[in-house]
T-cell receptor, first 112, second 113 residues
Framework: DQQVKQNSPSLSVQEGRISILNCDYT??????FLWYKKYPAEGPTFLIS?????DKNEDGRFTVFLNKSAKHLSLHIVPSQPGDSAVYFC???????????FGTGTSLTVIP | EAGVAQSPRYKIIEKRQSVAFWCNPI?????LYWYQQILGQGPKLLIQ????????DSQLPKDRFSAERLKGVDSTLKIQPAKLEDSAVYLC???????????FGPGTRLTVL
């Protein structure tokens, strides 16, 4: 049972434009969400997180939006750069549990 | 600060053989995780340690997989015997506590023939 879903396996964006990566979850107990970025042959690296008490968190070019009623979060990258080309995973957890559940990932390609 | 170390980086074995992976977490990190990532899927938690105790191993196929973290520092994950469907990248991660950002190692890519 996939509790965290990323329905777009891939996304291509022109350099300088906005990249929007989406993630949906089914478990209403999830209250902490993270985005990880993964380059080939490397482990995932933490990018940005958001707690359910917020609906937006911003860090430089990266902004995560959380819509709890829709059980949906999105990652916005503005402006997109070729170095942002990677696979992006969203993950979710609840403070009553220990584990993080990962989505299947979205492969972002930023075209120069 | 040194990151999470894993070895080997790649391993090719035949089905029914045994294999072991090693992980050394970031110094001072109490929590250690082993994930299995099958091609095209997200990482799936196999086992989570808090110091040298198991917190969650509900998704570990215990008939063939085992893991230990005897001194609360480094850890080994073993598969015995391996099956074709075990082909995946095995990721180790560590964090300061249970609810903190996880830092991942580079992973071990296992191919079972």
């Amino acid at each position: 049972d996939q509790q965290v879903k990323q329905n777009s396996p891939s996304l291509s964006v022109q350099e300088g434009r906005i990249s929007i990566l989406n993630c949906d979850y089914t478990n209403s107990m999830f209250d902490y969400f993270l985005w990880y970025k993964k380059y080939p042959a490397e482990g995932p690296t933490f990018l940005i997180s958001i707690s359910s008490i917020k609906d937006k968190n911003e860090d430089g070019r990266f902004t995560v939006f959380l819509n709890k009623s829709a059980k949906h979060l999105s990652l916005h990258i503005v402006p997109s750069q070729p170095g942002d080309s990677a696979v992006y995973f969203c993950a979710a957890s609840s403070n009553t549990g220990n584990q993080f559940y990962f989505g299947t990932g979205t492969s972002l390609t930023v075209i120069p | 600060e040194a990151g999470v170390a894993q070895s080997p980086r790649y391993k090719i074995i035949e089905k029914r053989q045994s294999v072991a992976f090693w992980c050394n977490p970031i110094s001072g990190h109490a929590t250690l995780y082993w994930y299995q990532q099958i091609l095209g899927q997200g990482p799936k938690l196999l086992i989570q340690f808090q110091n040298n105790g198991v917190v969650d191993d509900s998704q570990l196929p215990k008939d063939r997989f085992s893991a230990e973290r005897l001194k609360g520092v480094d850890s080994t994950l073993k598969i015995q015997p391996a099956k074709l469907e075990d082909s995946a990248v095995y990721l180790c991660a560590s964090s300061e506590g249970n609810y903190n950002e996880q830092f991942f190692g580079p992973g071990t890519r296992l191919t079972v023939l």
